[in-house]
């Protein structure tokens, strides 16, 4: 059995590691209702952007438009993905499930014949453990600020679009952790390339009484072509900002449970350190009295 002096080494240990995690979680708390502000006016204007393009194709019949991120290759040979990952760890299980949706999907992809890989990857977690397992990637941005509408998004998009036009790549997947709760979050691949149009919200009537009831200026089409760039980047910021926030929340629950289970084990450990201590001092009455006896 530990000594008196051990297990009173012990108790401090962990309570100072109980101020720690106690820290933690009020600061990840903190930050989570600040990541989870943004997530929410993001939606909202992603939501205003993918309204606005369907309103286009519903009062123009489609009008022929088209957008060289909307075509289709013919043949499926080379698939990308951009990673959306955490900046730092002691967060539970947030990196480790994230890794694990990315390898599954990457299987899923290549068993229909493809050849699909990393590309890009936000966040320096994934990047980390893709260069301790040796998976390879094209790019990665690690050094990150705490607000993700500061990361580089529209460079790493502008990058992308350029090898779907090139060939590169034929179809571009984003996979991070969509954020629903604190204690909701779940990690997710969302096709970006080939924008897809049919996956639009639909129009409510209100919205639009028929062909021609709003004007675009300064033309359909024009208006058209500035969205389709602007979806991609709205989706991409939208992962980030998910993300952002799953990674908030799954600290903040982390840390309250590490300070739930450090109660319990200074609860366990005091109990351990006065029953010894009572053992102690009643093995030295016994001895005391004993002594007093003899003589």
């Known amino acids: 059995m530990a000594g008196l002096k051990e297990i009173d080494r012990r108790r401090k240990s962990v309570r100072n590691t109980k101020k720690i995690t106690y820290a933690m979680k009020l600061v990840s708390a903190a930050k989570l209702r600040k990541a989870q502000e943004a997530v929410t006016r993001s939606r909202q204007y992603t939501d205003a952007i993918n309204g606005l393009l369907a309103q286009i194709l519903q009062e123009t019949g489609d009008g022929g438009f088209s957008h060289p991120l909307m075509q289709a290759h013919n043949e499926v040979k080379t698939i990308g993905f951009l990673v959306v990952g955490g900046g730092r760890g002691l967060c539970g299980g947030y990196n480790t499930n994230l890794n694990k949706k990315v390898d599954a999907f990457i299987k899923e992809k290549t068993a229909s014949g493809a050849t699909a890989s990393i590309s890009y990857i936000l966040g320096k977690k994934p990047a980390e453990h893709y260069r301790r397992v040796k998976r390879e990637y094209v790019k990665s941005y690690e050094k990150l600020g705490e607000d993700a509408n500061t990361w580089p998004v529209d460079e790493v998009c502008q990058e992308l679009e350029q090898q779907f036009l090139d060939g590169k790549i034929d179809e571009l997947y984003v996979i991070y952790t969509k954020f629903k709760s604190a204690l909701s979050m779940t990690p997710t691949a969302d096709k970006l390339l080939p924008m897809d149009p049919s996956s639009l919200p639909a129009v409510s009537s209100t919205g639009a009484q028929g062909s021609g009831t709003t ?8 208006v058209f072509s500035a969205l389709i760039p602007r979806i991609m980047r709205s989706k991409v910021r939208q992962a980030a900002l998910d993300a952002k926030a ?5 600290r903040m629950t982390a840390m309250e449970n590490a300070t ?5 084990i200074i609860y366990t450990l005091d109990l351990k350190y006065n029953k010894l201590r009572q053992s102690r001092i009643t093995a030295e009455l016994l001895d005391i009295i004993g002594g007093a006896e003899a003589l």
């Not at 004007?215 to 024009?222: N, Q, R, V």
């Not at 799953?246 to 799954?250: F, I, K, R, W």
């Not at 739930?260 to 319990?264: G, H, I, L, S, V």
Request: hydrophobic share 20%.
């Open 215 to 222: 004007i675009f200026e300064p033309s359909a089409g024009e």
């Open 246 to 250: 799953s990674e908030q929340g799954s």
């Open 260 to 264: 739930k289970n450090a109660t319990e």
